[in-house]
């Protein structure tokens, strides 16, 4: 079945160290996104690629990294520079979009991060 | 900037019931619109969408909702709800334009379903 694939579920770290959450997708889609969820909270976009080796970053870009070395991965990097890291991470991917037509995202399951 | 407004953060319904959640949205063409369900620690699920033409359209697990421009709203409507419905529901608007791919999210409005 085709999807998106995020792990682990709940990941706990402590602070001041860096870690990186796994996202892998086999709907062919070129675009692939980073969501950030905070309880109450709608989604906030981390970064996004729209091709491999090529990634923009979002509306709360500081403190994360990704790589897009791949079609298929864009794992996502917190690093000890992001101030408040506990939350649920969303990884998303759709077609990539044509000038004047947009194409839903398709989201993967989340992953919990506790940092302690 | 585009912006999307749920105002209701929970509400809480009985079981066979109707339902209307609300969205309101703020952007400058005509956008494109969503709605998603999240179960508790799950992802995103999209429920349906709009994007031109009939204003009303009909999503999954039947649902249904309604763009009205002249209220920049894009409230989702079920007319029986069932138990399993009980999750967050997030609104969220595109730019029709251009190759912006921006999704902007509302910040949800849980649904309680009582027995």
């Known amino acids: 079945d085709g999807g998106i694939t995020q792990s682990p579920k709940y990941l706990f770290r402590k602070e001041g160290q860096n870690v990186t959450l796994s996202c892998e997708q086999n709907l062919n889609h070129d675009a692939m996104y980073w969501y950030r969820q905070d309880p109450g909270q709608g989604l906030r976009l981390i970064y996004y690629?729209?091709?491999?080796?090529?990634?923009q970053k979002g509306d709360i870009a500081e403190g994360y990294s990704v790589s897009r070395e791949k079609k298929e991965s864009f794992p996502l990097t917190v690093t000890s520079a992001q101030k408040n890291p506990t939350a649920f991470y969303l990884c998303a991917s759709s077609i990539v979009m044509e000038q004047g037509f947009y194409n839903e995202q398709f989201f993967g399951p989340g992953t919990r991060l506790t940092v302690l | 900037a585009q912006s999307v407004t749920q105002p209701d953060i929970h509400i809480t319904v009985s079981e066979g019931a109707s339902l209307e959640l609300r969205c309101n949205y703020s952007?400058?063409?005509?956008?494109?619109l969503f709605w998603y369900v999240q179960s508790p620690g799950q992802g995103l699920q999209l429920l349906l969408k709009?994007?031109?033409?009939?204003?009303l359209v009909q999503g999954i697990k039947g649902f249904e909702a309604e763009f009205k421009r002249s209220q920049s709203s894009f409230n989702l409507r079920k007319p029986s709800v069932h138990w399993s419905d009980a999750a967050g529901y997030f609104c969220?608007?595109?730019?029709?334009?251009?190759?912006?791919?921006?999704?902007?999210f509302g910040k949800g409005t849980l649904l309680t379903v009582n027995p």
């Open positions: 969220a608007v595109a730019n029709s334009g251009g190759s912006n791919y921006k999704l902007t």
């Open positions: 709009y994007f031109s033409g009939d204003t």
């Open positions: 952007y400058g063409a005509t956008p494109y």
């Open positions: 690629s729209q091709i491999v080796n090529d990634f």
